[in-house]
Nanobody
């Protein structure tokens, strides 16, 4: 059973930065992809960023140019660097790992951006 643990959330002013971490219990090299989702209060969960096993990346239009997803295989960790944060980025951020037909989720970390 794969376990994912997110950290790095918090309260930040608009224009600030945060770096989220997602640590996996197993080797992230084996995952087909690792993704960051977010869910704002009262809204549906949305895909923010994806990194594949070949390190290809993809981003939601709303975060392009501001967020960067990366991976450190040696540390079994995927990061989400978030810059130029806006109040609209306020949400619970979840890490998701895809392994063949299986999806694994972390417990989420709260990001709050004040105006």
């Amino acid at each position: 059973q794969v376990q994912l643990a997110e950290s790095g959330g918090g309260l930040v002013q608009a224009g600030g930065s945060l770096r989220l971490s997602c640590v996996a219990s197993g080797s992230i090299f084996s995952f087909n992809a690792v993704k960051w989702y977010r869910q704002a209060q009262g809204k549906q969960r949305e895909l923010v960023a994806t990194i594949t096993s070949s390190s290809s990346t993809n981003y939601a239009d709303s975060v392009k140019g501001r967020f960067t997803i990366s991976r450190d295989n040696a540390k079994n960790t995927v990061y989400l660097q978030m810059n130029s944060l806006k109040p609209d980025d306020t949400a619970v951020y979840y890490c998701n790992a895809v392994l063949l037909w299986q999806n694994f989720w972390g417990q989420g970390t709260q990001v709050t951006v004040s105006s």
